[in-house]
């Protein structure tokens, strides 16, 4: 009988930590809409706000969902207060004529979001995660 309970009480254990994320983190998603829209492309990065360093990130997929991961590579956030800033990258061409090369380009990036929701500062938005699955929306306003 001891056996089976400690049979069913490691099978239970190993359910939780599959189930949670793994390493005390816990699942994560969070949806970016700009005027109710969804966005896809965009890049969501939650830095913790109580100093621990705990950070996240992801890319929101077509439907406007980011499903974030730590910077270890686990999915998920740890549990905690974040501030959250959202960017999307595009590149585009700049020229750079040299002698060589009069007609030469580079490419270089830029944020087409507002920028204030590029910075975890001033985006306002902010993110609290306890010991549960967290689904977020933000919504960027021009």
Same mark, same amino acid.
């Given at each position: 009988?001891?056996?089976?309970?400690?049979? &069913?009480?490691?099978?239970?254990?190993?359910?939780?930590?599959?189930?949670?994320?793994?390493?005390?983190?816990?699942?994560?998603?969070?949806?970016?809409?700009?005027?109710?829209?969804?966005?896809?492309?965009?890049?969501?990065?939650?830095?913790?706000?109580?100093?621990?360093?705990?950070?996240?990130?992801?890319?929101?997929?077509?439907?406007?969902?980011?499903?974030? !991961?730590?910077?270890?590579?686990?999915?998920?956030? &740890?549990?905690?207060?974040?501030?959250?800033?959202?960017?999307?990258?595009?590149?585009?061409?700049?020229?750079?004529?040299?002698? !060589?090369?009069?007609?030469?380009?580079?490419? !270089?990036?830029?944020?087409?979001?507002?920028?204030?929701?590029?910075?975890?500062?001033?985006?306002?938005?902010?993110?609290?995660?306890?010991?549960?699955?967290?689904?977020?929306? &933000?919504?960027? !306003?021009?």
């Amino acid at each position: 009988m001891q056996r089976i309970l400690l049979t &069913f009480f490691v099978a239970s254990l190993s359910f939780c930590f599959i189930g949670c994320g793994g390493h005390g983190t816990v699942p994560v998603s969070i949806t970016i809409t700009q005027n109710g829209t969804p966005l896809a492309g965009v890049t969501v990065t939650a830095i913790s706000s109580d100093g621990k360093g705990n950070s996240t990130s992801g890319m929101t997929n077509v439907s406007g969902v980011a499903v974030l !991961e730590t910077t270890q590579g686990w999915n998920g956030a &740890f549990p905690g207060e974040y501030n959250v800033a959202v960017s999307m990258w595009e590149g585009y061409l700049v020229p750079s004529p040299s002698a !060589e090369y009069p007609n030469a380009t580079t490419t !270089e990036q830029r944020n087409v979001l507002p920028a204030k929701y590029g910075e975890h500062s001033t985006s306002g938005f902010t993110l609290t995660i306890g010991n549960r699955a967290t689904t977020m929306t &933000f919504n960027l !306003e021009e």
